[in-house]
């Protein structure tokens, strides 16, 4: 079960990074810049993904992040160097072009990967190598999120059912969602401020592949949260300036 595990992780990771990476080709080739332009961003792209992807695998089989005793523990850096990075994006001028010609629902599709997360680390904890508090048999609910993706997407974006402001609501809570097992699980690890003592602790997402999941897939899935929320917000639309009164009279 555990091989079966590890190749779900790396065939999981690679899928959405697919799925990303088409999502931008085909948004490339409809933004409305030089081709330059758009051959530049998508080979940085690449380049970019290929170097972290690289290094987070490299020192992870090396033992590099491992290691628990320094502070912050070294695993944290697989976190915050993936968040400094999309925020540097989601303030970016370039990223409101893209957003503009990508349908909104293939954003939130995309977030039904995290039911298949959700999956691979309960079968991790029925091995006995991640505690309890970090799948849905205890404080982990992200589950919900990848459930109610494709609803939102459908219902909301694609049949217009639902009101924009629902998707709006539905991605702060996937936002707090994921900041609830972020925090669960950094307070799983074997430092200092641990607080859940329960064994085993968290020092498989140390250890290759695993390390993909909080240096690319919660990436993604936050990422993708910020996304959405902008483009939905770029899509309001604006109220009609009103008319003077005496421009009014004088058109009756």
């Known amino acids: 079960m555990y091989i079966l595990t590890q190749l779900g992780f790396i065939v999981l990771t690679l899928l959405c990074l697919w799925a990303i990476l088409r999502q931008l080709h085909q948004a490339l080739s409809k933004a409305d810049w030089s081709e ?8 940085r792209t690449l380049m970019g993904l290929g170097a972290w992807l690289l290094f ?31 925020l540097l994006i989601i303030f970016s001028r370039s990223i409101n072009a893209i ?23 309960w079968m991790l904890f029925l091995q ?6 970090m799948t849905f048999e205890g404080r ?28 709006i609501v539905w991605n702060v809570l996937g936002l707090m969602l994921l900041a609830n097992i972020v925090t669960i699980a950094i307070l799983s690890m074997p ?16 250890t290759f592949p695993f390390v993909w999941l909080p240096g690319v ?32 009279v004088e058109n009756e």
């Open 191 to 206: 430092t200092p401020f641990r607080v859940f003592t329960n064994e085993p602790s968290n020092t498989i997402v140390a």
């Open 140 to 167: 982990n609910w992200d589950i919900l999120v990848g459930l109610t993706a494709p609803l939102m997407a459908y219902f909301g974006l694609v049949r217009e059912n639902w009101s924009r402001s629902l998707i």
């Open 36 to 43: 330059t332009k758009k051959q530049r961003l998508w080979i």
């Open 128 to 133: 006995e190598l991640l505690p309890e508090q």
């Open 99 to 121: 957003l503009k010609v990508i349908p909104p629902q293939n954003l939130l599709y995309i977030q039904a990967f995290r039911v298949i997360v959700e999956v691979l680390l």
């Open 56 to 86: 987070i695998s490299v020192a992870s089989l090396s033992g590099f992040f491992s290691d628990f005793s320094s502070f912050p523990p070294r695993v944290v850096t697989v976190i915050t160097i993936p968040f400094i990075t999309i």
């Open 217 to 248: 897939l919660v990436p993604i899935a936050y990422s993708i949260h910020f996304f959405s929320l902008k483009q939905l917000l770029l899509s309001q639309p604006t109220a009609p300036e009103e008319k003077p009164a005496q421009e009014v």
